[in-house]
């Protein structure tokens, strides 16, 4: 069983490579606005995991600077997720928010909607 994720992650890993979107291309005052936005986001991840690699897609499409934490090698990581996240699953993006509040924020689709509303500038 192993064996046969670590295949499937290699060709996931392989096809994203292949297929990588291009980033969008926006003024220096609207990237840098965004950048300020996103410097409190960490997603929690896993290198080979496709529900991850959705994400990083989009990331790396919307041209967004986010720091990505392995959860699976990072034992420091992978508890805090546990702990404060409430579970181990990934992707999960630790949000700071306005108050000072943490969110952590699981499921890649909600994740993907939480970003391109936040690449929106809303
Ligand atoms: N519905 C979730 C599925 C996420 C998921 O299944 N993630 C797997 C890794 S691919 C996970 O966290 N598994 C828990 C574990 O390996 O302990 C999403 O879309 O984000």
Excluded at 2 to 13: A, E, F, N, P, S
Excluded at 77 to 89: D, H, T
Excluded at 99 to 116: K, R
């Amino acid at each position: 069983m192993k064996v046969i994720r670590w295949i499937l992650g290699k060709i996931i890993l392989g096809l994203d490579k292949l297929t990588a979107p291009a980033p969008m291309i926006r003024s220096v005052e609207e990237q840098k606005k965004l950048d300020e936005a996103t410097a409190q986001l960490k997603l929690y991840q896993f290198h080979a995991c496709p529900f991850c690699v959705k994400v990083r897609r989009e990331i790396r499409r919307l041209n967004l600077k986010i720091k990505l934490v392995d959860a699976l090698n990072d034992k420091t990581a992978e508890e805090r997720l546990i702990n404060e996240g409430g579970k181990r699953q990934v992707p999960c993006l630790y949000i700071v928010n306005e108050d000072e509040s943490v969110t952590w924020l699981y499921e890649s689709n909600a994740i993907l909607i939480y970003l391109q509303t936040l690449a929106k500038g809303e």
